[in-house]
């Protein structure tokens, strides 16, 4: 059996089928949150036109929170005892965030990134009925904590958008 598929052996009042669901859940969370990292990142270096200084500006603050809320995700996996998802190829697999592979408009760019912030939320609140299940909130304060983030950015990126 490849380590990968291991699990660990722990008494921290959550049997091992809901941590494993919770895993679960999450690695989709920390696909769908790295895909819309790099969505974001790619937007922030090739954004043009005449809002260019706001959306660089804007794109790089969301950038930034993903990159930092990835490791968040990451730990709250490992800390159920499940390894973490990490290549490309599994967060393509797990995401459901789809690959941006040209360089639209500023608007394109921005309806594209409320899609995603959008998505990001839908899949963490789809974990909620498992974590209140078992218990975890741990687990629940951290996707609490991604949907009001993410809902925020949603809301910004899409008031740039009022007039269309």
């Avoid at 500006?57 to 995700?73: S, V």
């Avoid at 965030?97 to 899949?123: D, F, H, R, Y």
């Amino acid at each position: 059996m490849s380590k990968k598929n291991q699990t660990i052996a722990m008494n921290i009042g959550i049997d091992e089928q809901d941590r494993k669901a919770i895993a679960e859940g999450l690695s989709r969370l920390l696909a769908d949150s790295y895909t819309l990292y790099l969505k974001t990142h790619n937007f922030h270096w090739n954004v043009t036109g005449p809002m260019f200084s706001t959306l660089h500006t804007m794109f790089m603050d969301q950038y930034t929170e993903l990159w930092n809320a990835l490791d968040e995700i990451a730990e709250r996996i490992r800390a159920l005892g499940f390894f973490a998802p990490g290549s490309y190829k599994e967060f393509v697999k797990l995401s459901s965030i789809e690959e941006c592979e040209n360089v639209p408009s500023a608007n394109e760019m921005i309806k594209q990134l409320v899609a995603g912030q959008e998505a990001v939320s839908k899949t963490a609140r789809s974990i909620f009925p498992v974590v209140e299940k078992a218990a975890d909130e741990p687990t629940a304060d951290l996707l609490t904590q991604r949907m009001q983030i993410h809902e925020k950015n949603a809301w910004m990126l899409r008031s740039l958008l009022e007039n269309e």
